[in-house]
């Protein structure tokens, strides 16, 4: 990494303060969390160093953004997983991914290099994938229909 982590989460929250949210209430329980709300959307950002096999911190530091989108189905989960791949051929420096029965969009980059039109960006292609795709997701899978809410 170029900059200590802290000049990240500096960089993360002056964005945050340009869509108008309130860095201090989004913060999470651990330095480099935020969860926030874009559109109908739940936003969870990580901004960490990696660590070596001992645990020592390395040089290399990533931010994570993801939205959970919904559960995956009971049935049909092979149809589902192959849909989720076939949407990501489609979307745009975010993919979906499954962790612990949840489909998520996400997207992870080095912090090397980034700046906040990348920041402002990444923010608006997870939320944006995200409100869009819980609702077709749901209708589709769980014979929900929206409004908006996911």
Not at 3 to 19: G, M
Not at 75 to 96: A, D
Request: net charge negative.
């Amino acid at each position: 990494m170029q900059h200590p982590i802290q000049f990240y989460y500096n960089l993360f929250e002056e964005v945050l303060v340009e869509y108008k949210i309130d860095p201090a209430t989004a913060r999470g329980q651990q330095p480099g969390q935020w969860n926030l709300k874009l559109g109908s959307a739940s936003v969870w950002v990580d901004i960490f160093q990696s660590k070596d096999a001992q645990g020592n911190l390395t040089n290399y530091g990533y931010i994570q953004v993801m939205a959970p989108v919904c559960e995956v189905p009971v049935n049909n989960q092979h149809l589902f997983t192959k849909e989720l791949l076939e949407i990501n051929h489609s979307l745009y420096g975010v993919g979906f991914t499954i962790f612990q029965d949840k489909a998520y969009i996400k997207a992870i980059r080095e912090l090397q290099g980034l700046d906040k039109s990348e920041i402002k960006s990444t923010l608006d292609r997870v939320g944006i994938y995200a409100d869009d795709y819980d609702d077709k997701l749901k209708a589709k899978y769980f014979a929900y229909s929206g409004g908006g809410r996911g």
